[in-house]
């Protein structure tokens, strides 16, 4: 059966990556992010070259908004009847370790996972190498966005994508909640196996 799905920050990067892999997985998603044009441009992607229509709903917004919030929990239950799950992508990483963590514990029936998706080559990645020193990044830290870089082995945003899709379609298990893992924990290597 089709899940239902929020994904948060869908526009670009990991977020978009995770959208159009859950709706290979005949997932339903509400797709949230600040830039209408990228949300425009992710529906004709999904349309024109997934071929996927009538399971993508767009909500344009800040997701630290309330009203925004409201809207996307709205759109979700209205069109698809509920949520089955929530990529939390849009937010600190600190700060969403911290929630799953509190999730497991004070909601037992549901499973927060958190993954660790490695230097992931999107635009974050960009604006680190335009910006990091400047935003008085760590050298150590700065230099090291930049040897993945320069090495290319910065991580594909489909690789993170792929397990988070699969495990917030039922692929989570109870004993995963409130812990953090790799991307590429041995337990997700079926998961990357290319199609
Ligand atoms: N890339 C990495 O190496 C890496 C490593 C570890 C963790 N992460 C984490 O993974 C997440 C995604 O990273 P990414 O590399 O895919 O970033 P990205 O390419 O910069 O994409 C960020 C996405 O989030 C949206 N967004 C940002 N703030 C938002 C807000 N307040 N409300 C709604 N949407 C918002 C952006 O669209 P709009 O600007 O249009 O809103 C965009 O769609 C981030 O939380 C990041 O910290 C990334």
Known sequence: MSKSIIVTGASRGIGRATTLQLLK??????AVARSSEDLKNLKTHVENVLGVKGRLETVTGDIT???VVEEVVKRCVERWGGIDGIIANAGSKAALHMLIKC??????????VSILPGVVDTDMQVNIRENGLKAEMKQTDYQNYINRYESKTLVHPDDPSRV???????GATREMSGESFRFNDPKFAHLLKKE
């Open 65 to 67: 908004e309330e009203p």
């Open 103 to 112: 999730i497991a514990v004070e909601e037992p029936d549901i499973i927060s």
């Open 25 to 30: 997985l005949n997932s339903n998603v509400t």
């Open 164 to 170: 988070m899709a699969a495990l917030v379609v039922g």
